[in-house]
């Protein structure tokens, strides 16, 4: 098992496919025009196996497939075949543009869940978010992946005034819709201009639906990031993600996998190992991932403020959110 010095065991694996993508929104990309990572320096097919068996040989036993956006990659039906033969449960994290070309190989892999990143139910809004005009396709996407049964999550990252008047609107899709929407609270990264006074938090979330709906907690199981709510009537639930105001650190068993190779062992850590260079030259990587596991801090990667509010963003050392993949 790849356990960290605090006891945390680490068995479930985000590995970025790609740091390319087809929309532009701002919280993810620094830039509208972004230098994508050449597709050399990017993890291959075999790569991407080689590196996925080890981990799951110490103890992975869930993949989620991150991006980036994954199937924007021309590979991308061979890495999820590939690692569909795998021993792990597969999940993707998608913003949902190209199911429709993808969802043969989709239902063919057996994915356990797809998670779609969606901020907007309305599609003039959707354009500003993202930069492009693909609002319509998304949602029927939601609906291609229901009609085919794919347990189906909505990732909605809540900000003040962009999109915190939309949370009913979200809500009210759980009642016809067997589908969870995850709230989100914004997360600083390079880049994304984050500031505390746009953090929706989880309280204010939770006052929010609670103004229109009754709401019930879920008992969680070990390792959830979201803490979630059934609603009496409703074939959906809500979640949430209290990263900023209530962060999970104590039962993290994540680690990441960057598109060009590199290990994360936490989504705010400054440091990262180089796996697929010693890869490309014959080493083992055994040790290099051992040591990183090892080297985990305790909490938010070591260098952000359990308070929110005194997180200094001149100071964060870390990657834009487009390259670490989520």
Same mark, same amino acid.
């Given at each position: 098992?790849?356990?960290?010095?605090?006891?945390?065991?680490?068995?479930?694996?985000?590995?970025?496919?790609?740091?390319?993508?087809?929309?532009?929104?701002?919280?993810?990309?620094?830039?509208?025009?972004?230098?994508?990572?050449?597709?050399?320096?990017?993890?291959?097919?075999?790569?991407?196996?080689?590196?996925?068996?080890?981990?799951?040989?110490?103890?992975?036993?869930?993949?989620?497939?991150?991006?980036?956006?994954?199937?924007?990659?021309?590979?991308?039906?061979?890495?999820?075949?590939?690692?569909?033969?795998?021993?792990?449960?597969?999940?993707?994290?998608?913003? #949902?543009?190209?199911?429709?070309?993808?969802?043969?190989?989709?239902?063919?892999?057996?994915?356990?869940?797809?998670?779609?990143?969606?901020?907007?139910?309305?599609?003039?809004?959707?354009?500003?978010?993202?930069?492009?005009?693909?609002?319509?396709?998304?949602?029927?996407?939601?609906?291609?992946?229901?009609?085919?049964?794919?347990?189906?999550?909505?990732?909605?990252?809540?900000?003040?005034?962009?999109?915190?008047?939309?949370?009913?609107?979200?809500?009210?899709?759980?009642?016809?819709?067997?589908?969870?929407?995850?709230?989100?609270?914004?997360?600083?990264?390079?880049?994304?201009?984050?500031?505390?006074?746009?953090?929706?938090?989880?309280?204010?979330?939770?006052?929010?639906?609670?103004?229109?709906?009754?709401?019930?907690?879920?008992?969680?199981?070990?390792?959830?990031?979201?803490?979630?709510?059934?609603?009496?009537?409703?074939?959906?639930?809500?979640?949430?993600?209290?990263?900023?105001?209530?962060?999970?650190?104590?039962?993290?068993?994540?680690?990441?996998?960057?598109?060009?190779?590199?290990?994360?062992?936490?989504?705010?850590?400054?440091?990262?190992?180089?796996?697929?260079?010693?890869?490309?030259?014959? #080493?083992?990587?055994?040790?290099?991932?051992?040591?990183?596991?090892?080297?985990?801090?305790?909490?938010?990667?070591?260098?952000?403020?359990?308070?929110?509010?005194?997180?200094?963003?001149?100071?964060?050392?870390?990657?834009?959110?487009?390259?670490?993949?989520?």
């Amino acid at each position: 098992m790849l356990t960290d010095k605090y006891g945390r065991s680490h068995t479930y694996l985000r590995i970025s496919l790609t740091d390319n993508c087809n929309l532009r929104c701002f919280y993810c990309m620094p830039e509208e025009d972004y230098a994508f990572t050449p597709h050399a320096q990017l993890m291959q097919v075999d790569e991407i196996e080689q590196l996925a068996k080890v981990f799951v040989a110490h103890g992975v036993r869930k993949i989620r497939l991150t991006g980036g956006e994954p199937l924007v990659r021309r590979d991308a039906p061979a890495i999820i075949a590939m690692l569909s033969q795998l021993p792990v449960e597969l999940h993707m994290t998608t913003n #949902g543009i190209r199911i429709d070309d993808m969802l043969g190989e989709i239902v063919s892999a057996g994915f356990k869940s797809v998670n779609i990143s969606l901020d907007t139910l309305r599609p003039e809004r959707f354009i500003k978010i993202t930069r492009r005009n693909y609002f319509e396709r998304v949602r029927a996407n939601i609906d291609l992946l229901l009609k085919y049964n794919v347990i189906t999550k909505i990732n909605v990252v809540v900000m003040k005034g962009i999109n915190d008047d939309e949370i009913l609107d979200f809500v009210a899709l759980t009642k016809s819709k067997p589908v969870e929407i995850r709230f989100i609270e914004f997360m600083p990264f390079s880049g994304n201009k984050w500031s505390s006074n746009q953090v929706l938090t989880y309280d204010d979330i939770v006052n929010t639906v609670q103004q229109a709906y009754t709401i019930q907690p879920v008992t969680a199981r070990p390792h959830d990031t979201a803490k979630a709510f059934s609603i009496p009537g409703h074939l959906g639930r809500i979640a949430i993600i209290s990263t900023m105001t209530a962060p999970f650190c104590a039962g993290c068993n994540r680690i990441r996998l960057t598109a060009d190779g590199k290990l994360k062992n936490c989504l705010f850590s400054a440091g990262e190992t180089d796996l697929l260079s010693t890869l490309r030259t014959g #080493g083992d990587v055994l040790p290099l991932i051992q040591q990183n596991i090892l080297s985990k801090a305790q909490a938010l990667g070591g260098q952000l403020a359990e308070n929110f509010e005194q997180i200094e963003t001149d100071f964060l050392q870390n990657r834009s959110m487009i390259t670490i993949g989520g």
